[in-house]
């Protein structure tokens, strides 16, 4: 009996207080629903009051909201002023309160009108979102408000970031905090703990230590120091050489990261050129259109699937490996097969091709740019060292370009279509006597060339715009990679391609854009000046057909 | 004698619906005002300039309903120079010559109006250009209704100055004459507010450029001295798209190097994916956004006249617009088309503007603007952040290069002339 009747005791407390704990809570809420609510003024001033406000009941929806303003996606009900968070569907947007977060169904786009946020409500955002932040479960999450935080400290930052540090147990958090304590500690007006700070920044390479220690280190003209403590400065003077020897190394390492990327877009374009007119020797002005029908391709696959953005390229390669083939199956048996052995009507010919590819582009889509959008995966960078990011796109792409190299030669050196090119190419009369149908082989051949075009159409459509003319930027160079290669020479194009990438990237820091490109051509000029075949000529018999 | 007379009359008849038929081509021919439209619609500046020949095929249009000019109906007479800058040249001696047309509305680049210039010159025409260029030039044939860079560059520097705290410079700019000459003005400009030389970064580079990955890492370099620094850019074209998805992808973001450009608006934007760009700005002397009622009337019949609402409009259609309706209001007050009469009748000329207040066309064929600059929204339109008090005079010669500095152009007797020298008052001849 006795443990009934306590229970029911607890139970009679319970209803008995029932009243009073809802009413504290609804109270509550309705001081967050109106910190919410006073996002709705006009003025930006106002705005930036009412953020802070918000910050400050301590709510927990108060990030989402907050969140939900800098990304665009806070609104309100024109009808009857409810402020809610909207995610885009298909036509319309599907909405929920932004103060309870109770889902209201979806909406039009019209009757919804946005919480306009400038340049300076967004960084007054960021800061006060990576203060709510610190408390975050996700390390990374506090890792990114750390950072954030270091960007602009001030006294009230700094004490943050000191509690912060005390229940921290992350090690890579606890570092960054303590970077940014250090930071703080520089303005110290103790010269100990100054000096400990400039100690613990040894070696940082975040771009606010550096700052901040060359403006220790900084000399007066008659050589002495102009801090007020000697040793401070000579350890500041210490910690930013190792800084700087450190950035000098990324900085090595980053100006070859982007001269590959160049690099895999040149062997990009040119690797179909390699089959093309490396294998059999034909000279396609078109190729860059192959590239331009690969990129459109892109874009169709993405209007057909608007849902599935992210997946859209890998339905897009094929596609366009497809239709980029079939395009030039259809050039080689209607125009090229008659003009083999005659460069010059071919060049003229697949030059009209080129002009044909590009009005009907023109006429059937649109003479202007269309918009191919990046999926979410291949957005942003990845964080090496605070000094040395590296872009997504540009790294898939560099990986890619590599695959479809690897697959190209797996496809020449050990399928029998690729005996058969190798046998058409190097010797036709002989291959033709062994039973080998030369037309099929140059039919399929300059269709694989072709359709490797289109593949990198996809890649590129990703880095560029995809405009009618967009194969017209990539055919001298295409071009200038082969020849400079070694025709006839896959390896010859994977190198040409890297070296002159990073050799263009070498160049530009000091020559500037227009003259490291103009650099590089004379530069081939005079290579091709003294060795004619390019880097790795065809030796023996087959070199004089 | 019935057979005769029969034959005398038929005659007669025939005679006379010869006559009148003749009557009424040459009635026909004086009873229009003929207006040249000479904007590329084929080519690369196509994407542009197929705007304005509309903008101005509509303006035609809605004249004639008010009744046409002086009593006469106007005649829009279209051609196409192609994007190729000697078949401008060729192509105005046509509109001039043979289809004798009383003004024309033309023109995108400036390498197209250099051409126009010797042949408008010479065959005593009229030219009403529409796009923001970079000065240092005036024609007494020529009107610019577009902004001069005291209107556009140096007032957006200014903003960058004085109200985003910008310490540090980057003027990047398309290899061309455009950017080229306007980073000079602003490179003059900057050193006379006190810019060093090390904080100043200027970098060119190729018409539809794509590999920004080095140019945006050293502007990343550039910015994390410390200083505030901001990016002045003349980057023409759809090489934009790329530079931006660079900014973004390297995790540069508004607030931190923010990048004004000039030759970015809402017909650029129609066309990409807006959301790396949000937070940059530009600066103009019209947004499609501002809340005016004359605005929002351009806008519906705009796309009344299109027929499609999704169409943006923008700069250089409200400066045909308002050149359109000065040439109006000129000829009105001139009662003639003749260009001489019509040009002096130009100066002095005021019409609302379409973000408020009124342009005034000024002695050197410039306008009054009020200069705007706006943020990039993710729906790719503008949302003005900051806009000069009242309108700014059009300067033809920019007070901050060596060259120009004493130069003036005034149309208006007694100096009448676009190159006059304020220190030895001479007139070079030379306008352009």
């Given at each position: 009996m006795r443990p009934w009747r306590g229970l029911a005791a607890v139970l009679a407390a319970f209803i008995l207080l029932l009243p009073t704990l809802p009413a504290a809570a609804e109270e509550a809420d309705y001081d967050f629903s109106a910190a919410v609510d006073a996002l709705r003024v006009k003025s930006y001033a106002d705005k930036e009051v009412a953020i802070s406000a918000l910050a400050d009941t301590g709510n927990d929806r108060s990030i989402e909201v907050l969140e939900g303003l800098l990304v665009g996606r806070l609104f309100y009900r024109k009808s009857d002023q409810r402020m809610v968070l909207a995610e885009p569907q298909d036509v319309d947007y599907e909405i929920r309160d932004a103060a309870t977060g109770e889902p209201l169904g979806t909406t039009g786009k019209r009757k919804l009108k946005k919480i306009g946020i400038n340049n300076k409500l967004r960084k007054h955002l960021r800061g006060t979102i990576a203060r709510l932040n610190l408390a975050h479960n996700d390390p990374a999450v506090r890792m990114a408000a750390v950072k954030e935080m270091m960007r602009n400290l001030d006294a009230a930052a700094s004490d943050l970031l000191r509690a912060a540090m005390a229940r921290e147990r992350d090690v890579k958090v606890r570092e960054a905090i303590r970077s940014g304590i250090a930071l703080a500690d520089l303005d110290s007006p103790d010269a100990a703990i100054r000096l400990r700070a400039v100690t613990d920044l040894t070696g940082s390479l975040l771009p606010e230590a550096r700052n901040r220690l060359s403006g220790l280190a900084e000399r007066n003209a008659d050589g002495s120091s102009s801090g007020p403590d000697e040793t401070v400065s000579l350890a500041a003077r210490k910690a930013l050489q190792s800084i700087e020897s450190k950035l000098a190394l990324n900085r090595l390492a980053e100006t070859v990261f982007f001269g590959l990327s160049l690099g895999s877009v040149l062997l990009l374009a040119a690797i179909g050129l390699a089959i093309t007119f490396g294998v059999m020797g034909v000279i396609n002005m078109a190729h860059g259109e192959l590239i331009m029908l690969g990129a459109y391709t892109t874009y169709l696959v993405q209007l057909a699937m608007p849902n599935h953005l992210d997946y859209s390229l890998f339905v897009a390669i094929p596609a366009a490996f497809l239709v980029a083939g079939l395009f030039g199956i259809a050039i080689e048996q209607g125009v090229i097969r008659y003009l083999y052995g005659r460069p010059l009507e071919t060049l003229l010919a697949t030059f009209g091709i080129s002009l044909i590819l590009q009005q009907l582009v023109r006429t059937t889509i649109s003479a202007q740019n269309v918009a191919v959008s990046n999926p979410s995966w291949m957005s942003g960078s990845m964080e090496i060292n605070p000094a040395l990011a590296i872009t997504y796109n540009r790294l898939y792409i560099l990986i890619f370009a590599l695959l479809v190299f690897a697959a190209l030669l797996a496809v020449l050196k050990r399928t029998s279509l690729g005996l058969q090119v190798r046998a058409v190419s190097q010797n036709r009369a002989m291959a033709k006597a062994m039973g080998i149908r030369s037309e099929w082989v140059d039919a399929m051949t300059f269709g694989l060339g072709s359709g490797i075009a289109g593949v990198a159409g996809v890649a590129l459509s990703q880095l560029t715009n995809v405009g009618p003319n967009m194969g017209q930027s990539y055919i001298i160079d295409s071009f200038m990679v082969v020849v400079f290669g070694g025709v006839a020479n896959l390896w010859g194009t994977l190198v040409g391609a890297m070296s002159l990438g990073v050799a263009n990237k070498f160049l530009e820091p000091f020559a500037g854009a227009v003259l490291a490109k103009i650099l590089v051509l004379v530069f081939i000029i005079l290579f091709i000046q003294k060795r004619p075949r390019g880097l790795f000529p065809q030796k023996g018999r087959a070199a004089e057909g | 004698m019935t057979k005769t007379v029969f034959a005398k009359r038929t005659l007669r008849a025939i005679a006379l619906m010869a006559m009148l038929a003749l009557s009424v081509q040459l009635a026909h021919a004086a009873d229009t005002i003929k207006v040249g439209v000479l904007h590329s619609l084929s080519g690369t500046m196509a994407i542009s300039e197929t705007t304005l020949k509309d903008t101005v095929l509509m303006l035609v249009d809605e004249q004639n309903k008010k009744g046409g000019l002086l009593g006469k109906k106007l005649e829009a007479v279209v051609v196409d120079p192609a994007s190729d800058w000697p078949l401008f040249a060729e192509k105005t001696r046509e509109l001039i010559e043979k289809e004798k047309v009383d003004v024309i509305f033309g023109c995108w680049t400036s390498v197209s109006r250099k051409s126009v210039l010797p042949v408008i010159e010479e065959l005593n025409g009229l030219l009403f250009y529409p796009v923001q260029y970079e000065g240092e030039e005036s024609s007494k044939n020529v009107f610019y209704t577009g902004a001069a860079p005291n209107q556009q560059a140096i007032p957006a520097v200014d903003y960058f100055m004085n109200e985003l705290g910008i310490k540090r410079w980057v003027l990047a700019g398309t290899d061309y004459v455009y950017p080229r000459t306007t980073n000079k003005i602003l490179e003059a400009y900057l050193k006379a507010k006190g810019v060093k030389d090390e904080d100043i970064m200027i970098n060119y580079t190729p018409f539809g450029h794509s590999?920004?990955?080095?140019?945006?890492?050293?502007?990343?370099?550039?910015?994390?001295?410390?200083?505030?620094?901001?990016?002045?850019?003349?980057?023409?074209?759809?090489?934009?798209?790329?530079?931006?998805?660079?900014?973004?992808?390297?995790?540069?973001?508004?607030?931190?190097?923010?990048?004004?450009?000039?030759?970015?608006?809402?017909?650029?934007?129609?066309?990409?994916?807006?959301?790396?760009?949000?937070?940059?700005?530009?600066?103009?002397?019209?947004?499609?956004?501002?809340?005016?009622?004359?605005?929002?009337?351009?806008?519906?019949?705009?796309?009344?006249?299109?027929?499609?609402?999704?169409?943006?409009?923008?700069?250089?259609?409200?400066?045909?617009?308002?050149?359109?309706?000065?040439?109006?209001?000129?000829?009105?007050?001139?009662?003639?088309?003749?260009?001489?009469?019509?040009?002096?009748?130009?100066?002095?000329?005021?019409?609302?503007?379409?973000?408020?207040?009124?342009?005034?066309?000024?002695?050197?064929?410039?306008?009054?603007?009020?200069?705007?600059?706006?943020?990039?929204?993710?729906?790719?339109?503008?949302?003005?952040?900051?806009?000069?008090?009242?309108?700014?005079?059009?300067?033809?010669?920019?007070?901050?290069?060596?060259?120009?500095?004493?130069?003036?152009?005034?149309?208006?007797?007694?100096?009448?002339?676009?190159?006059?020298?304020?220190?030895?008052?001479?007139?070079?001849?030379?306008?352009?």
């Amino acid at each position: 009996m006795r443990p009934w009747r306590g229970l029911a005791a607890v139970l009679a407390a319970f209803i008995l207080l029932l009243p009073t704990l809802p009413a504290a809570a609804e109270e509550a809420d309705y001081d967050f629903s109106a910190a919410v609510d006073a996002l709705r003024v006009k003025s930006y001033a106002d705005k930036e009051v009412a953020i802070s406000a918000l910050a400050d009941t301590g709510n927990d929806r108060s990030i989402e909201v907050l969140e939900g303003l800098l990304v665009g996606r806070l609104f309100y009900r024109k009808s009857d002023q409810r402020m809610v968070l909207a995610e885009p569907q298909d036509v319309d947007y599907e909405i929920r309160d932004a103060a309870t977060g109770e889902p209201l169904g979806t909406t039009g786009k019209r009757k919804l009108k946005k919480i306009g946020i400038n340049n300076k409500l967004r960084k007054h955002l960021r800061g006060t979102i990576a203060r709510l932040n610190l408390a975050h479960n996700d390390p990374a999450v506090r890792m990114a408000a750390v950072k954030e935080m270091m960007r602009n400290l001030d006294a009230a930052a700094s004490d943050l970031l000191r509690a912060a540090m005390a229940r921290e147990r992350d090690v890579k958090v606890r570092e960054a905090i303590r970077s940014g304590i250090a930071l703080a500690d520089l303005d110290s007006p103790d010269a100990a703990i100054r000096l400990r700070a400039v100690t613990d920044l040894t070696g940082s390479l975040l771009p606010e230590a550096r700052n901040r220690l060359s403006g220790l280190a900084e000399r007066n003209a008659d050589g002495s120091s102009s801090g007020p403590d000697e040793t401070v400065s000579l350890a500041a003077r210490k910690a930013l050489q190792s800084i700087e020897s450190k950035l000098a190394l990324n900085r090595l390492a980053e100006t070859v990261f982007f001269g590959l990327s160049l690099g895999s877009v040149l062997l990009l374009a040119a690797i179909g050129l390699a089959i093309t007119f490396g294998v059999m020797g034909v000279i396609n002005m078109a190729h860059g259109e192959l590239i331009m029908l690969g990129a459109y391709t892109t874009y169709l696959v993405q209007l057909a699937m608007p849902n599935h953005l992210d997946y859209s390229l890998f339905v897009a390669i094929p596609a366009a490996f497809l239709v980029a083939g079939l395009f030039g199956i259809a050039i080689e048996q209607g125009v090229i097969r008659y003009l083999y052995g005659r460069p010059l009507e071919t060049l003229l010919a697949t030059f009209g091709i080129s002009l044909i590819l590009q009005q009907l582009v023109r006429t059937t889509i649109s003479a202007q740019n269309v918009a191919v959008s990046n999926p979410s995966w291949m957005s942003g960078s990845m964080e090496i060292n605070p000094a040395l990011a590296i872009t997504y796109n540009r790294l898939y792409i560099l990986i890619f370009a590599l695959l479809v190299f690897a697959a190209l030669l797996a496809v020449l050196k050990r399928t029998s279509l690729g005996l058969q090119v190798r046998a058409v190419s190097q010797n036709r009369a002989m291959a033709k006597a062994m039973g080998i149908r030369s037309e099929w082989v140059d039919a399929m051949t300059f269709g694989l060339g072709s359709g490797i075009a289109g593949v990198a159409g996809v890649a590129l459509s990703q880095l560029t715009n995809v405009g009618p003319n967009m194969g017209q930027s990539y055919i001298i160079d295409s071009f200038m990679v082969v020849v400079f290669g070694g025709v006839a020479n896959l390896w010859g194009t994977l190198v040409g391609a890297m070296s002159l990438g990073v050799a263009n990237k070498f160049l530009e820091p000091f020559a500037g854009a227009v003259l490291a490109k103009i650099l590089v051509l004379v530069f081939i000029i005079l290579f091709i000046q003294k060795r004619p075949r390019g880097l790795f000529p065809q030796k023996g018999r087959a070199a004089e057909g | 004698m019935t057979k005769t007379v029969f034959a005398k009359r038929t005659l007669r008849a025939i005679a006379l619906m010869a006559m009148l038929a003749l009557s009424v081509q040459l009635a026909h021919a004086a009873d229009t005002i003929k207006v040249g439209v000479l904007h590329s619609l084929s080519g690369t500046m196509a994407i542009s300039e197929t705007t304005l020949k509309d903008t101005v095929l509509m303006l035609v249009d809605e004249q004639n309903k008010k009744g046409g000019l002086l009593g006469k109906k106007l005649e829009a007479v279209v051609v196409d120079p192609a994007s190729d800058w000697p078949l401008f040249a060729e192509k105005t001696r046509e509109l001039i010559e043979k289809e004798k047309v009383d003004v024309i509305f033309g023109c995108w680049t400036s390498v197209s109006r250099k051409s126009v210039l010797p042949v408008i010159e010479e065959l005593n025409g009229l030219l009403f250009y529409p796009v923001q260029y970079e000065g240092e030039e005036s024609s007494k044939n020529v009107f610019y209704t577009g902004a001069a860079p005291n209107q556009q560059a140096i007032p957006a520097v200014d903003y960058f100055m004085n109200e985003l705290g910008i310490k540090r410079w980057v003027l990047a700019g398309t290899d061309y004459v455009y950017p080229r000459t306007t980073n000079k003005i602003l490179e003059a400009y900057l050193k006379a507010k006190g810019v060093k030389d090390e904080d100043i970064m200027i970098n060119y580079t190729p018409f539809g450029h794509s590999d920004w990955q080095s140019i945006v890492a050293d502007i990343k370099k550039f910015g994390s001295a410390g200083k505030k620094t901001g990016v002045v850019s003349t980057i023409n074209g759809d090489a934009n798209v790329p530079f931006y998805k660079e900014l973004g992808n390297q995790g540069i973001s508004a607030e931190d190097i923010p990048v004004v450009a000039f030759s970015v608006g809402e017909e650029e934007l129609s066309g990409i994916d807006t959301k790396p760009l949000v937070g940059h700005l530009a600066a103009w002397n019209y947004f499609m956004s501002v809340d005016d009622a004359g605005n929002d009337d351009f806008i519906k019949s705009w796309h009344s006249f299109i027929k499609n609402p999704k169409r943006v409009t923008n700069d250089p259609m409200e400066a045909h617009v308002i050149g359109f309706n000065m040439w109006v209001k000129a000829v009105e007050k001139a009662k003639t088309t003749a260009t001489d009469a019509v040009e002096q009748a130009m100066i002095g000329i005021e019409v609302p503007n379409m973000t408020g207040g009124t342009a005034k066309m000024l002695k050197n064929h410039h306008l009054t603007k009020p200069v705007l600059i706006g943020e990039i929204q993710d729906d790719g339109q503008f949302d003005v952040v900051w806009q000069t008090e009242g309108e700014v005079p059009g300067d033809a010669w920019s007070d901050f290069l060596p060259g120009s500095k004493d130069i003036v152009s005034d149309w208006t007797a007694p100096i009448k002339c676009g190159n006059h020298n304020t220190k030895t008052k001479k007139c070079s001849g030379q306008n352009y």
